[in-house]
């Protein structure tokens, strides 16, 4: 069963503007953590953020925010005054307890336009 | 540069040979993955080493996969008689011991692979 969904393949947003990126998760878990990802052309994955699941707060990182809805099971990227830089593919990621792996999305192509 | 490094960053091969990946790790981190990635998909894990010991492995790993972390520093990951199927992109990533539960994975630029 897929544990992560990202259901926008791609999308544009104007510079300066902000952009939200959807993904929710499934997991029986009671313990996880849910990470965001970045991979510009050059294919390296860079990591953004971390929310875990017993945190109360939404986590934040510099332009970089993560709406967390727990009953809803979803972990929103919001990315605020995009940046040409900022184009690129991000990929929406879960660790279960006592698992190892990261099990990722299928990803969203954000292109910034200036 | 303290990041992970992999190589080569590229490998052409023809079907039937044999390849091997390298990955360096940050050098502080006792925990070592690899993932492979196809186009237009995310990362799909393939096998995790704590230290020198190989602790899991997914059905993704092939007999024609091997892996090895000698001495719990770089790993190795060695395909053998490539298929077309195996043209991917590989990625490595290394982590510390988890502190209060949180564990990041800190990934490398990827070996693009490509079997013709």
């Known amino acids: 069963a897929q544990k992560i969904t990202q259901t926008q393949p791609g999308m544009f947003v104007q510079e300066k503007e902000a952009v939200t990126l959807d993904c929710t998760y499934d997991?029986?878990?009671?313990?996880?953590?849910l990470f965001w990802y970045k991979q510009p052309s050059s294919g390296e994955m860079i990591f953004l953020i971390y929310?875990?699941?017993?945190?109360?707060q939404n986590a934040t990182e510099g332009r970089y925010s993560l709406n967390f809805q727990k009953a809803r099971k979803s972990a929103n990227l919001v990315i605020s005054a995009s940046q040409l830089g900022d184009s690129a593919m991000y990929f929406c990621?879960?660790?279960?307890?006592?698992?190892?792996?990261?099990?990722f999305g299928a990803g969203t192509t954000v292109t910034v336009r200036a | 540069d303290t990041g992970v490094s992999q190589n080569p960053r590229h490998k052409i091969t023809k079907r039937g040979q044999n390849v091997t990946f390298r990955c360096d790790p940050i050098?502080?981190?006792?925990?070592l993955y690899w993932y492979r990635q196809t186009l237009g998909q995310g990362p799909e894990f393939l096998t995790y080493?704590?230290?020198?010991?190989?602790?899991?492995k997914s059905r993704l790993l092939s007999d024609r996969f091997s892996a090895e972390r000698p001495k719990g520093s770089f790993s190795t990951l060695e395909i053998q008689r490539t298929e077309q199927g195996d043209s991917a992109m590989y990625l490595c990533?290394?982590?510390?011991?988890?502190?209060?539960?949180?564990?990041?994975?800190?990934f490398g630029p990827g070996t693009r692979l490509l079997v013709l």
């Open positions: 997991t029986s878990d009671q313990s996880y953590g």
């Open positions: 929310q875990g699941s017993y945190d109360e």
């Open positions: 050098s502080e981190h006792n925990r």
């Open positions: 080493f704590q230290n020198e010991a190989q602790l899991e």
């Open positions: 990533a290394s982590s510390p011991y988890p502190r209060l539960g949180k564990e990041t994975q800190y």
């Open positions: 990621a879960m660790r279960e307890l006592n698992d190892y792996k990261l099990s």
